[in-house]
């Protein structure tokens, strides 16, 4: 069974950075998809950046491109989001979540096509 744990969440100032980990079990790379969503408050959940463990190919958001990375440890079972340069706007629930197979490129960062989903870990940067 697939189980996806967040954490590295907290409260930053606009400017500073974070670290998201989300520890992995049960779930063999393969062709698989891994990927990062956020939610704010009151919105719907959003694509932040996506990764095929296979071969390391890395997708992000077009709005966050330059400030967060998204990447995979294999060996310790663990995919990052490392986020800087935070701004009020990023304040939200991130998730990780996963998928056994490949997707076309239009839905990489589509909440829909991930079948596995870790509970979350909060986000709040205050200006």
């Known amino acids: 069974q697939v189980q996806l744990v967040e954490s590295g969440g907290g409260s930053v100032q606009a400017g500073g950075s974070l670290r998201l980990s989300c520890a992995v079990s049960?779930?063999?790379?393969?062709?698989?998809?891994m990927g990062w969503f956020r939610q704010a408050p009151g919105k719907g959940r959003e694509g932040v950046a996506a990764?095929?463990?296979?071969?390391?190919?890395?997708y992000y958001a077009d709005s966050l491109k330059g400030r967060f990375t998204i990447s995979l440890d294999s060996a310790k079972n663990t995919l990052y989001l490392q986020m800087n340069s935070l701004k009020p706007v990023d304040t939200g629930m991130y998730y990780c979540?996963?998928?056994?197979?490949?997707?076309?490129?239009?839905?990489?960062?589509?909440?829909?096509?991930?079948?596995?989903w870790g509970q979350g870990t909060q986000v709040t940067v205050s200006s």
């Open positions: 979540a996963a998928r056994l197979s490949r997707v076309v490129p239009s839905a990489l960062l589509g909440p829909y096509n991930y079948a596995y």
């Open positions: 049960g779930y063999t790379y393969g062709s698989g998809l």
């Open positions: 990764i095929y463990p296979g071969g390391g190919a890395t």
